[in-house]
């Protein structure tokens, strides 16, 4: 029974279209996250939701669209797709903003091809 | 600006010998510090933390070691096993910015039989 699962795993598509990612996690947590992974292998925050509120936006275009409809779903929407869009995006999940350790639980990632 | 780095992108290591991870940082504000290991095609998965207020944190055969004054910490897998092939990113928490986490590049783990 997956914690966190992203959909799709795999989305190839061309540049200028609009896609989404969408995310869920069942281990009760209240916040909610969004990294990219770079051709370089860095993992960078995107978005951080808590309680659907957005409480960290890093710099990230306006093309990127986080929606949460409840605290258990985090959906990416990405217009206006472009090359260095391509990436592999991670959800993640936590229990409360300041928790002791700071443990985030991910998921396994949906890659991101843009043509 | 990379705030969290792994110098090394990759380690070879025989099977029953110690693995050391090296992770350096350079913000002083960091206050947890987490590692992660990462299978191909997975998501990343906790491994181990440590305060900033501690030098030494050990769970079984994983130690992870923090030297505030050299901003440096290093993970030591004792021994090292062939399911320990995986890539291992070094991950830091600023206070009150949301649990936000600043990874590392990763380091790529190879343990041999």
């Known amino acids: 029974d997956t914690a966190v699962s992203q959909t799709p795993k795999y989305l190839v598509t061309q540049m200028g279209n609009d896609k989404s990612i969408k995310c869920e996690q069942n281990l009760g947590h209240d916040t909610m996250y969004w990294y990219k992974q770079d051709s370089k292998k860095f993992l960078k925050i995107m978005f951080s939701?808590?309680?659907?509120?957005?409480?960290i936006n890093e710099t990230v275009p306006n093309r990127f669209s986080p929606k949460s409809p409840d605290k258990a779903h985090l959906n990416l929407h990405i217009n206006s797709l472009e090359l260095g869009d391509s990436a592999v995006y991670f959800c993640a999940s936590s229990q409360g903003v300041g928790g002791p350790t700071g443990e985030l639980f991910f998921g396994e990632g949906s890659r991101l091809t843009v043509l | 600006d990379q705030q969290v780095k792994q110098n090394s992108p990759s380690l070879s290591v025989q099977e029953g010998r110690i693995s050391i991870l090296n992770c350096d940082y350079t913000n002083s504000m960091f206050d947890y510090f987490l590692w992660y290991k990462k299978y191909p095609a997975e998501g990343p998965t906790f491994l181990i933390s440590?305060?900033?207020?501690?030098d030494k944190n050990e769970d079984g055969r994983f130690t992870v070691f923090l030297n505030k004054s050299a901003k440096h910490l290093s993970l030591h897998i004792v021994p090292s096993q062939p399911g320990d092939s995986a890539v291992y990113f070094c991950?830091?928490?600023?206070?009150?910015?949301?649990?936000?986490?600043?990874f590392g590049g990763g380091t790529r783990l190879m343990v041999k039989p």
């Open positions: 991950a830091a928490r600023r206070p009150n910015a949301g649990n936000m986490l600043t």
């Open positions: 939701y808590n309680n659907k509120e957005l409480i």
């Open positions: 440590i305060s900033s207020i501690k």
